[in-house]
């Protein structure tokens, strides 16, 4: 075996970034900027980097997709979605036909450009974002409006005596944020 030459200082060093934590258009954007200076991405880089998006879309763990191709009789374990997903292990044909059917999606998705599965896979992200958030905001303006609805009995409980303690300017700010529904606050800002 012959040793490989020591890289000057002034040769470029191509290491492939760690990728674990990275969504799928994070890897294709460091396996791009690596590859800039080399060639054009290879199938076997877009293949990566759309499996992991694609997986992720899915909800299916490495762990699971390296299940589920032990079943249909490939030897993977995690750390083999993990390798191909990060680009040190390349795919075989059958591999690729078993992974597009756990995934249900054709094999040309898994080879197409990364840019359009990139597009779908933000916007399924968004929408399910929006979902949380919708959620979230009723849950906050019915939270709010309790809130409202105790300020608004406590305030107008308070005998008058009491009430005079509080100033002009502490009273016009209770009484405005007891008119302020959470409609309102939607609609247009907030005065206060």
Known sequence: MSEQPEPSADTPRFTRPSASRRT???????IRAEKAARET????????ANLKTLR??????????????????????????????????QVQLGEAKAVAGILGVPLDRLIDDTNAIQAL???RALTHALVETDAELFNLSIHYEDQRKT???????LP?????????????????RIRTSPTKIVNEPPPF
Not at 24 to 30: F, I, N, P, R, T
Not at 57 to 71: F, G, H, T, Y
Request: charged share 30%; proline share 0%.
């Open 24 to 30: 799928g258009a994070e890897a294709l954007a460091a």
């Open 41 to 48: 991405l290879s199938a076997e880089d877009v293949f990566a």
């Open 56 to 89: 992720g879309d899915k909800n299916i763990s490495q762990e699971a997709l390296a299940e589920q191709m032990s079943q249909r009789g490939f030897k993977w374990h995690q750390a083999t979605v993990y390798k191909i997903e990060n680009g040190s292990r």
């Open 121 to 123: 896979s933000r916007i």
């Open 151 to 157: 300020l608004e009995r406590i305030f107008n409980d």
């Open 160 to 176: 008058d005596d009491v009430r005079g303690l509080l100033g002009e300017q502490d009273t016009a700010e209770i009484e405005e």
